[in-house]
């Protein structure tokens, strides 16, 4: 049955589908995880990089990307169809900077890339943007946001939530693992986010990239040094509390 | 000559008929008729399936497993079925290949099925060396056959909704003389299995071989980590029991397939 209804973006299925846009979830799940998370004063995202071949020039392949001093995000899926929708986010945050003479809100830019997503799920000719995207920012009001969008345009605002391929088992991992405790500071949060990405990530720290800001300052990228310190922490908690454990056990 | 409606010539029979042109005509008819034979037994002789031994280079006359008879036989077919066997299988014991086969046919590329090198060959037979013993018994009696293969978690029917699957899954399919239990759930109706461990398997069932297939249901179809360990629970089953030695070294060598197999792509970030 999909056969015939799955060629045109612009054909409803006789049972409602369209078959396009939920092909272009597909494609989200080929892309590396990514995992953003809410804190208290902070907002923090961290993807699994991508092994990047020899000769590649790593600083050109990132996930993270700034859209405004105060906003930035993460996506998952074709990469050519994220830079030109991060091109016209960028573009969209400097405009209204320069008519409205404020910066835009999270809320804002989530919504413009949204409609953008939406209508490329309604033109003619046209097919859907293969990415999802995790943004993340502070609102003038001091406010942490963590949006996430699809394909189909679709927006929603989130305590933690991750996209990209195993992005089921992070999910579930934050379900379990989110409480007021671990938000509690900022370094609890990232410590959240790193040990989210553990869970999937193949070979432990080398493999992941983090991103944070704080409420008033811009976007503060990890070096691999800190992300492994932080790694190495992770791991000596894990081990002391299954020595806690075996002892209880005991 | 004849035009068809697409402009193209086509060489039509005539219909006028005389005693002295039928002999003629019919002459011409058988030649190309031969030709026509020869090119299309040159095709088959190209199509022919071949098992080459691999110490002797020379191709097997007899079947394989009347030349090497084992109790034991494992399929293993795509990437990530190769993968499990190779890291948790082959790793451990010394495995020797006795055979290998090469074919073609008309969508392959390359024209000659003999330029080929050995590492393009499509199938590879080995044996396990330090237990011939297992391998003893006559073939077909006593012989049981385990297939690997996986397929895209899309082609899976049921009527669940696919996005409460969580992929990779495995099923199992057994012939009627296959008596133990298989080590995951069986496959449903109506969902079906295709290509060659169908052939396998129907096989199997005909001439009441007792034989298993554990299909991956996975939504990566490339060599992926993930997708290979979803077949680790088979390997508490009767036919691994005693092959699988050094689990510990399984990890390594898996990943080790992964990444030399991994070809660069930046489409998907």
């Not at chain 1, 406010?143 to 605002?157: C, E, F, K, M």
């Not at chain 2, 012989?143 to 996005?163: I, K, N, W």
């Not at chain 2, 296959?178 to 005909?206: K, M």
């Amino acid at each position: 049955m999909a056969a015939r209804y799955d060629r045109a973006i612009t054909v409803f299925s006789p049972d409602g589908h369209l078959f396009q846009v939920e092909y272009a979830q597909e494609a989200v799940k080929k892309g590396s995880t990514a995992v953003g998370i809410r804190g208290t004063d902070i907002v923090v995202l961290g993807v699994e990089k991508k092994s990047v071949a020899k000769l590649q020039d790593e600083r050109t392949v990132r996930k993270i990307c700034a859209l405004d001093d105060h906003v930035c995000m993460a996506f998952a899926g074709l990469t050519a169809d994220a830079r030109i929708v991060i091109n016209r986010a960028r573009v969209e945050c400097q405009s209204h900077k320069l008519t409205v003479e404020d910066p835009v809100t999270v809320e804002y830019i989530t919504r413009f890339i949204a409609t953008l997503k939406q209508r490329y799920t309604q033109s003619n000719g046209r097919r859907p943007f293969g990415i999802s995207a995790l943004i993340v920012g502070f609102d003038d009001d001091g406010i942490p946001r963590l949006y996430q969008t699809d394909p189909s345009g679709t927006y929603h605002a989130w305590k933690a939530n991750a996209i990209g391929r195993s992005a089921k088992t992070v999910r579930e991992f934050l379900e379990k693992n989110y409480t007021e405790g671990t938000i509690a500071t900022d370094s609890e949060a990232i410590k959240l986010a790193i040990r989210a990405l553990l869970e999937v990530v193949q070979s432990g720290g080398k493999n992941i990239e983090l991103a944070i800001i704080r409420r008033n300052q811009p976007l503060k990228m990890f070096s691999a040094k800190e992300i492994e310190s932080q790694v190495v922490n992770i791991e000596k908690e894990k081990e002391e509390a299954e020595k806690k454990k075996s002892k209880k056990v005991v | 000559m004849a035009a068809t409606f697409f402009g193209e010539v086509v060489k039509t029979r005539s219909r006028a008929v005389t005693e002295e042109d039928d002999d003629d005509e019919e002459d011409a008819w058988t030649q190309d008729n031969y030709e026509d034979r020869e090119v299309r037994r040159e095709l088959e002789k190209k199509r022919e399936v071949e098992v080459l031994q691999t110490q002797t280079n020379v191709s097997l006359e007899i079947p394989l497993l009347e030349q090497y008879p084992c109790s034991k036989f494992i399929i293993a077919i795509g990437h990530n079925a190769v993968a499990f066997l190779s890291s948790f299988v082959m790793n451990s014991g010394a495995w020797e290949e006795v055979g290998s086969t090469k074919l073609w046919n008309e969508w392959c590329r390359t024209a000659e099925t003999t330029t080929l090198s050995p590492a393009d060959a499509f199938c590879v037979f080995y044996r396990l060396k330090s237990e011939p013993a297992v391998f003893g018994s006559s073939p077909k009696r006593g012989l049981q056959v385990t297939l690997l293969t996986s397929r895209h978690v899309t082609d899976y029917r049921t009527p669940e909704s696919s996005g409460s699957l969580s992929s990779p899954f495995l099923k199992a399919l057994k012939t009627q003389s296959f008596q133990d239990a298989a080590h995951c759930t069986l496959l449903e109706q109506p969902n079906i299995v295709h290509d060659l461990p169908a052939a396998v398997l129907s096989y199997c069932q005909v001439w009441k071989i007792p034989a298993i297939l554990y299909l991956c249901y996975t939504d990566i179809m490339k060599l992926d980590l993930v997708t290979v360990e979803a077949f680790k629970p088979i390997l508490c089953s009767k036919s691994f029991r005693g092959l699988v030695k050094n689990a510990s070294l399984s990890p390594e060598a898996l990943t080790k397939l992964v990444t030399t197999n991994e070809i660069q792509s930046n489409i998907y970030t």
